[in-house]
């Protein structure tokens, strides 16, 4: 069974950085790709950033927004620059298989196994 623990999140001043990761085990990841989602109170949640584990080939939706993986330590990050309040919100590391030659997935229901989640909270 995957299972994804992220860890990371706190309270930080606009136009800090934080620093998210997720941990994962359960299975080898070298045929999934692993995203980033995050939920805003009353908002629905939206992807963030993706990786394929075995080519650490990467998307994201957000300059700002890093994502990296470390096959050794199997797990995944998001380096976040320049916070701004309008990302507050519980960040959700996200896993599944993905096919190769096809562009990395970008939606909550391409992802079959979620984190907890952690939440972010950028201060004005």
């Known amino acids: 069974q995957v299972q994804l623990v992220e860890s990371g999140g706190g309270l930080v001043q606009a136009g800090g950085s934080l620093r998210l990761s997720c941990a994962a085990s359960?299975?080898?990841?070298?045929?999934?790709?692993m995203g980033w989602f995050r939920q805003a109170p009353g908002k629905e949640r939206e992807f963030v950033a993706a990786?394929?584990?075995?080519?650490g080939s990467t998307y994201s939706v957000k300059g700002r927004f890093t994502i990296s993986r470390d096959k050794a330590k199997n797990t995944v990050y998001l380096q976040m620059n320049s916070l701004k309040p309008e990302d507050t919100a519980v960040y959700y590391c996200a896993a599944d298989v993905a096919r190769l030659g096809v562009p990395l997935p970008r939606a909550k229901d391409e992802y079959a196994y979620w984190g907890q989640g952690t939440q972010v909270t950028v201060s004005s």
């Open positions: 359960g299975r080898t990841f070298d045929s999934y790709a």
């Open positions: 990786i394929r584990w075995s080519s």
